[in-house]
Structures are given as structure tokens and as C-alpha cells.
């Protein structure tokens, strides 16, 4: 059996990379992502991790090298955050077009302007359509669980992995953490093996030169195939994973929803919240579901519709600023009922930007609104900002 | 040796980018890895199903070829494979602008590998547009003017970081290239080669003439060529007798408006260069 320790989900994260046995660390320290890659760079010192750290110059050759590095056949690994992704962008898409395993952290942190520190998903949702894997966690063990977890599907459908954390609500917060023991992972990790493009001189090839329509289109659409087929691998490895560790993980995890009033749909680390306010609200006799969504890219577009489909509202709390439009979490749940012919009302409601709080007060005024709407029969065309303060109208 | 770049590229007549890729391989052989940019130099790495190549490469994005290598290099050395080359070869843009942070970064951690540009002195795969690069008087298509500035001197630079190993090359003295490179092979951390390497379509230059241009370039004290193992400057073509600027100037249509005071500054920049190579020579 592993052990139960106090740890932060930035070292949770490092921990992860340590039990995976990661060969190459490319990294940009950023807030609130550096203690992660602090931490992993001092196991690789201590002897815990046989690993080679590369402390690049910036996140843009962060990203670049773990793909050099992953297209010689090794376990990579690399960290950002914010504006730090940002500077990423460009390749983001090469390492998923390239169908490479790598597995990088986020500490979610909102995008500039104005600047902030803090958290909120804008970073990794300006990512989110270049075909990674997104894995969005709610605790400290979830930031560890599905740092192996990912490596393992990475590898499996070979597309990168982001795991994506609340900056300084998770990034900086101490729970107690189960950590496997390294046997365990070893048995549910098999040893890095690399796929189909690689760069040695006994077997030469030329990978990611030009392409033009001719071949275009099919690496695409073979890639988002790759990407949709996690929804049905994903919990097949869970299975697995909770069979050998005693915790059980999905693609999006439902309380309440059978015949709930409202259920709030929420991503990262308000899930807890949510759910302690619902639960709260059920024990005083309303029906009020949530659901957390982990798996954001491939959207587990029936997943959800199973869940909410008899819901009599929905109520979707973005912690993104997607302007001008709905936040990208109510997108997908609008477009997955629409698709599936729904007519359950979705409002969508935007808050806990740039670090603010999605407090108790702010879930339960999510609720309110959403119940009220639904009372009044009212549409909601765009997003509530609903912790937004007075003074700003 | 094997012939390990392809025959009948579409790199243009007289070329001088395809000159040095040959020539790299020609002294590394199999046991090479090539990164390209999107540049000329992505010609090689192909298009589709197609490649130049015949040892394995990687085309890299415009900004970052240094960190590739870096990655790759770090992945040999944790595999224990020492004895795979890699190398990377891009064009001045790509190395004096937009690539200098990430060949600074990959300089300064010291990991092994070489980096070769062809100085061709403008983005010429986009249709000749101004570089760091770019010598004063230059005509291109966004100094119509001609360039007001004088080239931004990259070998300088890197000496100032430290490199271990730097070296200014030509495809006009390609012996003297090639013995470049297999130096660059035997340091244990970065060589950087900057290689001069005429482009007949965007100087407006005759294809038969690249040769002779590169030549020129030497022996006018334009482009001196040296090298330098831990700083010790070495300049491994001796001017005996400098060459006209004239002719130089004259070989190629960029240059035809080039003014009286701009050559001048061409003469005496290069002259106080090469005798400043000769003095740290001396130290």
C-alpha cells in the first residue's frame, strides 16, 4: 500500500511525473505553476527521479523541447501556466498533430489584460480545439491521480495530455494525498515505448514537413479521431486504475441529477464547492444536482446528456472570460442538447475570474438565479456575470 | 560515401543552401539527425510523402530550431547514444532574429549539438524581404530603398556568450567548410557555422556566379572566415591582396543602387573587422 501525505496539488502534479518514471523535464518557471517543477527538479536531484531537466529559456522552447525530446522515444514532461501557455500556442498544435505522448501541468492563471496572478481556465481554454487531452481535477488527488492517468492514455492513443489545476486554489492548497506505491505504477504504467514517429538514424524518416490538401484533411481527421476515441477508453483505464488503487475517476462525475430542479455543471476545483451546496440544499429538500466535468477535450458529449437529460434546469458556470459569447463550458452543453434534441433550459454563468472566489454564496446565488429563471420561464441569451460587483453595470 | 541528400531537389540553380547541406553530410554522415525550418532549407526535409533526406530529420517551426535540438540532444544523452550528430540548419532570419532567443537559451545550457546557418542575408524562401542579416545598400522587397542599416554581426555575439566552439564558413571556400564542421562534430556542446551562401533569384545574381561571389565576399574582407575554439580567435583565410568591393557589388542587382557613402562604410566596416580579427588573433 502507498501512504497518505500533505501535499499541495503543484507537488501532487510532481509526484505524478516522479511515479511515472519521466525521462525529460523541459520547464519556464511561471505563477502559480514554479513550485511544481521546483519540486520536480529537486527530485530529479535527490536521486528520486532519473530524469534530465532542461531549464529552457522561455515556455515556447519549453513546449519545443519535450517534443525533440518525445520524438527520440522518451517519457516527457513540461509545466505552464497563463500567459506562459499562451507563449506556447504555437506549438500546442504541433505536439498533438505529431501524435506525441506528452503530459504537461497547467496552474490555471488567467490570461492578460489586465494582468493577474490568479486563477481562472482562460489559459487553457484558448487551448482547447488544437487536440489535447484536457483533464481538469478537483483536488490535490485528482492532480496526482490523473497526471497517471494520463500518461498512461497519452500513451495509449498517443495525443499530449494537459492536466489542468486552479491556480493557488489547488496549485497552493494542501490536502492529504494518497501517493501509490512505485510497483503499483509500474505495473499500471508499462515502461515508455515510442510509436510509430521517431527520429533515429537505423531507421530514418522526416516528420512534420510540409503537407498540402491532398493529405491535410485525413491526418486531421485521423487525429480527432484519436481524441474522440478517449471518451470510450478513458473508462476502461479508470477501471483499471481503480482496481489497483481503490479510486474510482470519469470522464465527469454526476450527483443529484435524476429529477434535480437545477444541476450546476461546473470545471476544476468549484466542484467541491458545488457539491457541498448542493448537498446542503438536498438535505433541506430541494433537488439540486451537480456535475463536474474532468474530461473537457474529447467532450463527453453523451456522458452529459445522460446525466442532465432529466434535469429541469441546468445552470453552467463558466470560470472563463470567452467574450462577446457564451463560456465555453456552456457551449459544449448547449451544443451536446441541442444535438440531442433537449429542450432542458441551460443558463450560463460566468464568475470566479481572475482568482476571485466561487465562494458557498456564489454557488448558492447561481442556484437562486437559475430556479428563478426557470420560474419565470425566462431565456438567458448570454452569460450572467454573476459575481460581478454593482459598481460595474 | 554515400550520397545522403537526394538528387534533383527544387532548391534554385545555384544554390548556394544545397551546397552546404551536402556538405554537412558529407563529413557527418548516416549517423545525423537534420532539423530545418520553414525556410529554403524545409526544400530538403520535403513536401508530402517526399524527402531530400536520407538520414532522419525534423522540420522545426521558424523561432525555435535551437530548442529542438536541445530536446533531442538531451534525449541522446539520457539514452546514452553519444555519437549521433545533430544539426541544425537555418537561414539568417531564422537565426539573427526570430531564432536567437532559443539558440542564446540552447548556447548558454551547452548542449551538444550544430548549428549551421546559410547566411543568404534576407528571408529569400518568402520572396526576399529584409533580415537582420541584410548588408547595407541591400536592395529586397521591403527595402526598396536599399537598407539603411549594416548587418547585425550573430558570430560576435555568440563569442560574447561564450560558445565553445564558432566559426564563419562560405560556400566559396568549401574545403574550409567542411573542416569546420568536422571540428563542430568533436566539441562536447554547441558549434555554430556561419555559412556564407549566395541566392542567385534574391540578389539578382547570375546562378554560375555563386561560387565567385562567395569568394569574393572572403577576399574583399566582407566576410572574413575564422573560427574560434574557447574564444582563441583563428582566421583561417589569410587576404593577402583584398579584392575589389567593386566587383563584388557589381556581380549582383541588389546592390545597384547602392550610394558612394554606402560602399565606403562596406570598405571601412570590413576593413576594420578584419583587422580586428587578426589583432584578438594575435592576443
Known sequence: MGKRVAISGNHSIAEGVRLAKVDVVAAYPITPQTPMVEKVADFINQGRLDAKYIAVESEHSALTAVVGASVMGTRVFTASAGAGLALMHEIVGVASGNRLPIVMGIANRSLPSPWSLQADHSDSMAERDLGWIQLYAASCQEALDYTLLAYRIAEEVRLPVMVCIDGFFLTHTTEAVDLP???????????????????????????????????FTELKYRHNEALNSVVDLFPHVAKEFEERFGRKHSLCTAVGCEGADVVVVTL??????????AGQMRADGQKIGTLQVSCFRPFPKQEVIDHLKHA??????DRSWALGTDGPLAQEVKSAFYSAGLNVPVYNFVGGLGGRDLSEATVKRVIGKALELKEQEEQALYPIWIDVKEEAK | ?????????????????????????????????????????????GFGSETGWKVPAFQSNLENIAAYCSGISVALEHQNKTDINVVALAGDGGTVDIGLQALSGAVERGHKFIYVCYD???????????????????????????????????????????????????????????????????????????????????????????????KLAVDTNLFPLFEAI????????????????????ELQGRFRNIRDEEVESLATDAENYYNKLLESEAK
Open chain 1, 268 to 277: 476544476g476545483s468549484s466542484s467541491g464547492t458545488a457539491r457541498k451546496v
Open chain 2, 230 to 249: 574557447d574564444g582563441e580567435v583563428r582566421v583561417t583565410r589569410k587576404v593577402r591582396k583584398v579584392a575589389s568591393i567593386k566587383e563584388y557589388l
Open chain 1, 312 to 317: 429541469k434546469a441546468v445552470a453552467v458556470v
Open chain 1, 181 to 215: 506505491d512505485q510497483a503499483d505504477v509500474d505495473q499500471f504504467l508499462p515502461a515508455f515505448e515510442r510509436g510509430d514517429i521517431y527520429l533515429d538514424p537505423d531507421d530514418p524518416m522526416t516528420i512534420n514537413q510540409l503537407n498540402s490538401e491532398a493529405t
Open chain 2, 120 to 214: 543568404n542575408e534576407a528571408y529569400m524562401n518568402t520572396g526576399i524581404q529584409r533580415s537582420g542579416s541584410t548588408p547595407v545598400g541591400a536592395w529586397t522587397t521591403t527595402t526598396p530603398g536599399g537598407k539603411k542599416e549594416p548587418k547585425k554581426n550573430i558570430v560576435e555575439m555568440l563569442l560574447a556568450q561564450g560558445i565553445p566552439y564558432v566559426a564563419t564558413a562560405s560556400v566559396g571556400y568549401i574545403d574550409d567548410f567542411k573542416k569546420k564542421v568536422a571540428k563542430a562534430r568533436e566539441i562536447d556542446g554547441p558549434a555554430y557555422i556561419h555559412t556564407f551562401s549566395p541566392c542567385p533569384p534574391g540578389w539578382r545574381a547570375k546562378p554560375r556566379d555563386t561560387i565567385k561571389i562567395a
Open chain 2, 1 to 45: 560515401m554515400a550520397d545522403l541528400v537526394s538528387k534533383g531537389l527544387t532548391t534554385c540553380e545555384g544554390c548556394g543552401m544545397e551546397l552546404i547541406a551536402r556538405s554537412i553530410l558529407d563529413v557527418l554522415g548516416q549517423n545525423t539527425i537534420m532539423l530545418t525550418p520553414p525556410s529554403c532549407s524545409a526544400i530538403l526535409t
